[in-house]
């Protein structure tokens, strides 16, 4: 599969999304610059984590009206596969791509650890690697992301199957503790309702080398890598 | 060819008064007027006062930092440039430095710590290194001091908003707590990079006639004499000071990052330098200066944020996130390409010159007109008088103190800030971006692999300013010893040492003492580790109305390991395996954090024999490569009792240890002393003969002292009914519920 990663400005993770698919992966990976439109052909767009403009109005605000985020949405109208992590995830949300927002976390302040993420729709393009009910073991670092969405529109989204990770606990369990962020419904991943735009707020590329920590990450990317057309 | 500077209208009147209130002594300002042969112009006035200042010219340190050892065969950079370069093997430098940002982080906790993280960020990039990694060591007042939570959450909050967005990890650090730093606290800042090893980039300039390029953020009145507060005590107005900070941008500086490191690839940058303290001025006659050149600004050409900056402001201000850059002629436009890619300012302000003139336009005028030397490398310098104070600690504990029941001061101590779990900071810092990090926060050191090679590099920052209290030589030499021999329980060789010497008002007798004592410890140790001091910092006036902070040097200590797979961490991995203890010396409660805890006078340092230490450096190292050591940690503050039970905490499951050790003597010292460069290895049981080779062999004590047991209780079986059986998951919840326990306002 050909892969393309986002490179904004004040993108942080973009070396190591392209280094997870390429290096560890051994996938045929670029980067893609946010001044320019094209998407050289990819067939996965990823919008890695960081500050895209620095992100001090709101977190992904800006980056929506980048040239690159016009070709983006068109990809994705098309049906191609879109992941944002993190602040890729921020921005899919600004753009209107994924439904809900994402703010500050509960604690106000910036948390970086590892957490424990519940599959909860393992038949997505984005989670076939893995089954449903599977504990993912990866690292968050974020300062907003606290999901939230009208009441409502949670509910319809859970019933389509657009909730595709939770926080738990190491047994598997939701618990107020193990919301890292304090997220709605423990909410760490969701998907639009075509199944071809995924955001997520933990680092599936930070959990790819077991010496680093984990591997849990390879899920992640190994299911979209499986999801070529 | 000389023109005279002008006053400009409305100006203050440049006399020996206006001198004092720049902070110039008298004798100084009569060498100004002397050097440039006339009364200098405000602008003048203010550009010599900033660069004179201790802070800038390390008046009176310098002659003392030249004892320093900086060199081995391993040194690509030794002190001279914005940061110091080892080689690290397979081609690549790592370059680093440690700097502090005290006196901004006091007024200004949030923006005084963000921008203490962006100026070390830019001495590091400047170099053409790409910051792999970030540490810091902080120092409060004591927890229930009212600043102190204000000042604890501004400070980690500034780290953590500023490191986390340039997508450079902070990988370890250390935070102390104590009364002492009440009303200074310190913020040292560590960065290290890496560059292939041909590729460095300096801030030595050459060529007349290269032109001269501006980059990055505009100039504002941020910052102004920011040099100059780092210079002089606190008093009661200090909260008045708030101007003088400067407000970081992070995003800009991730933008220069990548801006300069892809310019560097063009290879038309001759010379770059950071825009920091002191700001255009600094930068602009250090790099001409170094070179044996002269320079022409304009500062029209200056990019500003708002209209009427004065010359005086242009030169002094420190607005962050700027970089001066010296091109190949006619390369600027390749040099421009890049800034513009990345949305920066790139403008050409000026240029070198033969004369060695430092020479200062402003609307058609010259405002400033000063040899170049006499800015950057002639300040004063300054031998200032030393004396030892009178009044010496006692030479033994004060009384025999009514030791506390084992269990209950284990508790006591796990429970104390200074010890506890550090979680609640580090888990605000991004410690993963770039996947190096091997070993992260929490741990003994920190370790990164390095991509594309099986090597690694270790790192640790430490300080002991109870010791240095107690005994500044001893104390300095301690710190080192225990940073060096962090980064060997890791299995890391020591390589390199930067430093950050923080110390009162150098213009008192005892502190200058202090000082000289403690550059004398640092340089033994690092003589004695083969690991020389490449870069550094030093910063005075950490004083406030008379009281100075106790002795602090920071030290921080790279390492480097052959091959990352045989790296190894502090805890116990395996039920069965055998606890060892090795040390160097006895432990003695003298600067302990159970002294302190417990109000107990601990009496004098002990000696401390290099020759030893070394020792035990080699053998963990060599303990490591051979994979014979399972586990290894540094018994730190809170002594032996604190080290097992830490070893204990192991993150993936919960262990315990089951530990004989006889009659204790001295059960304070035995049990929670320090000092003694001790660690508790855990290894193999059929290893115990080959391990003690290489301790017991090198004349260091060595005992198997327990066992690793499934069983997760803390067991210490001892004379005298002092031993303990405790619960670890209960003890690791007193130590990792300490800080945030407290931070609620709970009791």
């Known amino acids: 599969m050909k892969w393309g990663v986002v490179r904004f400005p004040g993108s942080l993770d973009d070396g190591d999304s392209l280094y997870a698919i390429a290096e560890v992966m051994g996938q045929d990976a670029r980067m893609l610059w946010h001044k320019d439109e094209s998407l050289g052909g990819v067939e996965c767009v990823l919008l890695p984590g960081g500050f895209s403009y620095g992100d001090y109005l709101r977190t992904g605000a800006i980056a929506r009206f980048s040239p690159i985020m016009k070709s983006v949405a068109k990809f994705a109208a098309d049906g191609g596969l879109v992941i944002g992590i993190c602040n890729g995830f921020q921005i899919l949300c600004e753009a209107h791509l994924l439904p809900g927002a994402l703010t500050r976390n509960r604690s106000l302040s910036f948390i970086c650890e590892r957490v424990w993420l519940r599959v909860e729709n393992a038949s997505t393009p984005f989670t076939r690697a893995a089954k449903q009910g599977d504990l993912l073991r990866l690292p968050i670092k974020h300062g907003e992301g606290l999901y939230v969405a009208p ?77 070529a057309r | ?31 100004i007027e002397q050097i440039i042969g006339r009364t200098p112009t405000y602008t003048e006035l203010g550009v010599f006062s900033v660069m004179w200042s201790e802070h800038c010219s390390y008046k009176s340190s310098r002659r003392h930092l030249r004892k320093l050892p900086s060199k081995s065969e391993l040194v690509v950079q030794g002190p001279g440039e914005n940061a110091g370069a080892i080689d690290v093997g397979d081609g690549w430098a790592a370059v680093f430095k440690i700097e502090s940002h005290n006196h901004p982080s006091f007024v200004e906790p949030y923006q005084g710590a963000a921008t203490g993280v962006g100026g070390i960020l830019r001495d590091i990039f400047t170099m053409g290194a790409r910051p792999v990694a970030s540490m810091n060591s902080l120092k409060f007042g004591s927890f229930e001091h009212p600043r102190t939570r204000y000042l604890l959450g501004g400070v980690v909050g500034g780290i953590g908003g500023y490191g986390n967005c340039v997508g450079v990890p902070t990988v370890a650090g250390e935070v102390m707590f104590d009364a002492a730093y009440n009303a200074n606290i310190l913020v040292n800042a560590f960065c290290l990079g890496l560059v292939r090893k041909g590729e460095m980039m300096s801030a030595k300039a050459r060529g007349p006639g290269n032109p001269v390029l501006y980059v990055g953020s505009a100039t504002g009145r941020d910052g102004i004499h920011g040099a100059s507060m780092a210079s002089a005590e606190f008093d009661k107005q200090s909260e008045a000071k708030r101007p003088a900070v400067q407000v970081g941008d992070p995003f800009t500086e991730k933008l220069l990052i990548e801006a300069c490191l892809e310019a560097g690839k063009t290879g038309a940058i001759v010379a770059i330098q950071d825009m920091g303290a002191a700001g255009l001025t600094s930068s602009s006659s250090e790099m001409p200066s170094h070179g044996g050149l002269g320079i022409e600004l304009d500062l029209d ?35 421009q390409a890049v800034f513009e890619k990345w949305d920066l300012h790139a403008v050409v302000i000026g240029q070198l010159t033969d004369d060695q003139r430092w020479r200062i336009r402003w609307r058609g005028q010259v405002v400033a007109d000063i040899p170049i030397g006499a800015l950057a490398d002639d300040a004063p310098l300054y031998d200032r008088p030393a004396a030892a104070p009178k009044i010496q600690p006692p030479a033994r504990p004060s009384a025999a103190g009514k030791h506390p ?29 770039q996947s190096n990090t091997v070993l992260g926060p929490g ?19 430490d300080s002991n300013p109870r010791a240095c209290a107690l005994d500044p030589y001893l104390g300095a030499v301690g710190t080192v010893c225990e940073a060096a021999r962090n980064v060997a329980c890791a299995g890391a060789r020591p390589v390199g040492i930067t430093n950050c010497l923080n110390y009162g008002n150098p213009e008192r007798p005892e502190v200058m003492w202090q000082f000289i004592r403690g550059v004398e410890g640092l340089r033994d140790a690092s003589l004695a580790f083969g690991a020389p001091v490449v870069s550094g910092n030093v910063s005075f ?124 003597g001295n059960a304070d010292a035995f049990f929670f002393g320090e000092g003694a460069s001790t660690v508790i290895l855990s290894i193999a049981p059929g290893d115990a003969a080959r391990v003690e080779s290489l301790f017991a062999g090198r004349g260091l004590e060595f005992a198997v002292i327990g066992r690793v047991i499934a069983d997760p209780r803390l067991r210490i079986a001892a004379a005298d009914n002092l031993g303990l059986d405790e619960d670890v998951a209960e003890l690791r919840q007193v130590y990792e519920d300490a800080i945030p326990r407290r931070l609620r306002g709970g009791d």
């Open chain 2, 301 to 335: 050409k200056v990019p500003l944020r708002e209209a009427g900056l004065t010359p005086y402001e242009i030169l002094l201000s420190e607005s962050q996130e700027r970089m001066l850059i010296v091109a190949e002629r006619g390369r600027e436009a390749e040099l």
């Open chain 2, 443 to 461: 741990s003994d050191a920190a370790v990164l692999r390095i991509k594309n090679s099986r090597r690694a590099i270790a790192l640790k920052v």
């Open chain 2, 541 to 664: 006036y950490n004083e406030t109305e008379g009281h100075s902070i106790p002795p602090t040097p920071t030290i921080a200590v790279l390492g480097v390991m052959a091959d990352v797979a045989k790296h190894v961490t502090q805890f116990f991995k395996d039920p069965g395996d055998a606890i060892v203890l090795v040390r160097t010396a006895r432990p003695s409660i003298a600067a302990s954090e159970y002294a302190a805890i417990f109000g107990i006078d601990g009496g004098r340092l002990g000696a401390i024999d290099l020759a030893r230490e070394a020792a035990l450096i080699e053998g963990l190292v060599e303990g490591a490569e051979q994979g014979l050591i399972r586990s290894a940690h540094d018994v730190a503050e809170g002594g032996l009792a604190v080290a097992l039970a830490e070893a204990c905490f192991n993150p993936r499951s919960i262990l315990g240890a089951e530990v004989e050790l006889g009659r204790a």
């Open chain 1, 151 to 227: 009441e409502d529109e949670i509910r319809q989204m859970e019933e389509r199957g657009q909730v595709i990770l939770r926080y738990v606990d190491a047994n598997g369990r939701e618990n107020d503790d193990a919301n890292p962020n304090g997220s709605m419904r423990a909410i760490a991943g969701v998907a639009n309702q075509r199944f071809n735009v995924f955001g997520l707020m933990p680092h599936p590329e930070h959990a790819v080398e077991a010496m680093l920590g984990g591997v849990d990450g390879l899920k992640i990317f190994q299911s979209i890598a499986g999801s």
């Open chain 2, 405 to 433: 029941e084992t269990a209950k001061a284990l508790r006591a101590l796990l429970d104390s800030p200074n010890i506890a779990s550090k979680k609640w900071v580090y888990r605000q810092y991004d410690s993963i971006v």
């Open chain 2, 1 to 31: 060819m000389s023109e005279r500077p002008v006053s400009l209208p409305g100006e203050p009147k440049v006399d020996l008064e206006q001198a004092r209130a720049h902070g110039l002594a008298p004798d100084e300002y009569r060498k």
